[in-house]
């Protein structure tokens, strides 16, 4: 499975957009690109996951670049409850068991 | 149940003793899957099943780790003869099939003493 690059951490303020970068220079045709989100102690929590194609969903857009060598996670108006640990992961449809998190970006939303 | 249920909560056990972890995934569920976390690191895959059938076992540590799913629901994690570098949270978590999303569950926090 491709490797992805995040930075360590972000912050945000409240009610404004989080835009969440991931690089994935490795990438081949058949694997996707997955987001999750720990917050806390919890465990990780499934937020949005494309193959070429611009996606949105009820928590989250997510941009993939046209070459699929990077992708953005956007939170449109985030909230105190949106800081957590964000995990951007490549993985292809046969081995997309074997989801490798990484370290991820702590976002920190503040007031 | 509405989401993946893992039990014990919280398990301490002396060196050298054997655990058990269980998981019971959402109903329906096809593929179930066990990773473990460090304080501050994100989960490592351990294994995994599809039904009752285990395909991938390469995250398994050593041959002390041991996984099943005997009837395609619960599964269990056996830790055998477990060291002070067992301990962890372990997390299960349970999908429809691979091109979705994960559901975990609240993990148990093994502490070997």
């Known amino acids: 499975d491709a490797k992805t690059t995040q930075p360590p951490s972000m912050d945000c303020a409240e009610g404004r957009a989080a835009n969440l970068p991931c690089n994935h220079s490795?990438?081949?045709?058949?694997?996707?690109v997955y987001w999750y989100r720990q917050i806390h102690s919890q465990g990780p929590q499934y937020i949005i996951h494309g193959l070429k194609n611009n996606e949105t969903n009820e928590m989250a857009s997510l941009i993939i670049t046209e070459d699929r060598k990077s992708s953005t996670l956007i939170l449109p108006h985030a909230t105190l409850r949106d800081t957590a640990v964000y995990y951007c992961i490549v993985s292809n449809t046969g081995t997309a068991s074997k989801l490798t998190f990484g370290t991820g970006t702590r976002l920190q939303v503040t007031l | 149940g509405a989401g993946v249920s893992q039990s014990p909560r919280y398990k301490v056990t002396k060196r050298g003793q054997d655990v058990a972890l269980r998981c019971d995934p959402i109903s329906g569920h096809v593929s179930l899957y066990w990773y473990r976390q460090a304080l501050g690191q994100g989960p490592e895959f351990l294994t995994y099943?599809?039904?009752?059938?285990?395909?991938?076992k390469s995250g398994l540590p050593n041959d002390r780790f041991s996984a099943e799913r005997p009837e395609g629901s619960i599964s269990t994690l056996t830790i055998q003869r477990t060291e002070q570098r067992d301990s962890a949270m372990y997390r299960c978590?349970?999908?429809?099939?691979?091109?979705?999303?994960?559901?975990f569950g609240s993990g148990t926090r093994l502490t070997v003493v």
């Open positions: 099943f599809n039904y009752e059938a285990q395909q991938d």
């Open positions: 490795t990438i081949s045709g058949n694997e996707y």
């Open positions: 978590a349970s999908s429809v099939g691979h091109l979705y999303g994960y559901t």
